[in-house]
């Protein structure tokens, strides 16, 4: 068994980097199992990042109407859709598309959104309400990679940067 817990974000614009502070925090849970990787891209590119895995966990944010807000989807619960060109393919487009050529990836997915504003400022930090979700985040990773069968360590508490 191989486990890749992958954290997306951007940094750059607050609340979206919290899928990168999540796998910052669950560092500790590495293993010869257990690998953790982040990205600030999509599409496609996250097969670099997914390729050689049996399972995956992905850390996203996601727009919403309640900032903090941790959404569950299992990788059922996502339909790949028709795109009119690779600019537009997501992660279940991507996988389909990998699976098609023979690629090894995840069979088994699981995505841990965090809702966010859909306003986003260049250089913001996190809001108040992600950041209290981060701890919650990061014990729901570990709580579904236990579940898969992977021995995975509880994280330590996760570094809760300063909020606007």
Not at 18 to 36: M, Q, S, Y
Not at 43 to 48: I, S, T
Not at 91 to 97: F, I
Request: proline share 7%.
């Amino acid at each position: 068994m191989a486990l890749v817990i992958l954290g997306l974000g951007n940094d750059l614009l607050g609340d979206d980097g919290i899928g990168l502070l999540a796998a910052d925090a669950l560092r500790g849970c590495e293993g010869p199992e257990v690998a953790v990787r982040t990205s600030v891209q999509s599409g496609l590119y996250l097969l670099e990042h997914l390729q050689g895995f049996e399972d995956a966990i992905v850390v996203d944010s996601v727009a919403g109407d309640h900032p903090g807000t941790i959404r569950e989807l299992r990788g059922a619960d996502l339909a790949e859709m028709s795109v009119p060109s690779a600019h537009y393919v997501g992660l279940p487009e991507a996988l389909g598309l990998a699976r098609a050529s023979g690629l090894s990836v995840p069979h088994r997915l699981r995505i841990f959104g965090v809702e966010i504003d859909i306003a986003q400022r260049i250089g913001s930090p996190p809001g108040s309400e992600v950041v209290a979700a981060l701890p919650r985040l990061v014990a729901a990773v570990v709580t579904a990679a236990r579940e898969w069968g992977y021995a995975v360590p509880d994280a330590p508490a996760p570094e809760v940067p300063a909020h606007a």
